[in-house]
Nanobody, 112 residues
Framework: VQLQAFGGGLVQAGGYLRFSCAAS????????MAWYRQAPGKQRELVAA???????NYAESVKGRFTISRDNAKRTVSLQMNSLKPEDTAIYYCYVVAGSVWGQGTQVTVSS
């Protein structure tokens, strides 16, 4: 199983970012996927998840600002992040829920 993340970067507070994760080696459309993040000195936390059927759930801290989506044809899961805050600064990881497989992480930095 391989998870390759694309995107991330540096943005000012109030801005937006979108990044995606491409999966290979799994039956993607049958797997729930998630995005986690880990800020410096903090534990890794769930940001958003999406089931194989498209149902979603979000951390309270990102509700209304972040949107997780999936494209089964392209085998990708994406995270649209709007109204970014400095506290969103972290490394974001793509995750296959059932297989407990992590992507390599992508850095997001939000400047104030």
């Amino acid at each position: 199983v391989q998870l390759q993340a694309f995107g991330g970067g540096l943005v000012q507070a109030g801005g937006y970012l979108r990044f995606s994760c491409a999966a290979s080696g799994i039956a993607f459309r049958f797997n729930a996927m998630a995005w986690y993040r880990q800020a410096p000195g903090k534990q890794r936390e769930l940001v958003a998840a999406i089931t194989s059927g498209g149902s979603t759930n979000y951390a309270e801290s990102v509700k209304g600002r972040f949107t997780i989506s999936r494209d089964n044809a392209k085998r990708t899961v994406s995270l649209q992040m709007n109204s970014l805050k400095p506290e969103d600064t972290a490394i974001y990881y793509c995750y296959v829920v059932a297989g407990s497989v992590w992507g390599q992480g992508t850095q997001v930095t939000v400047s104030s």
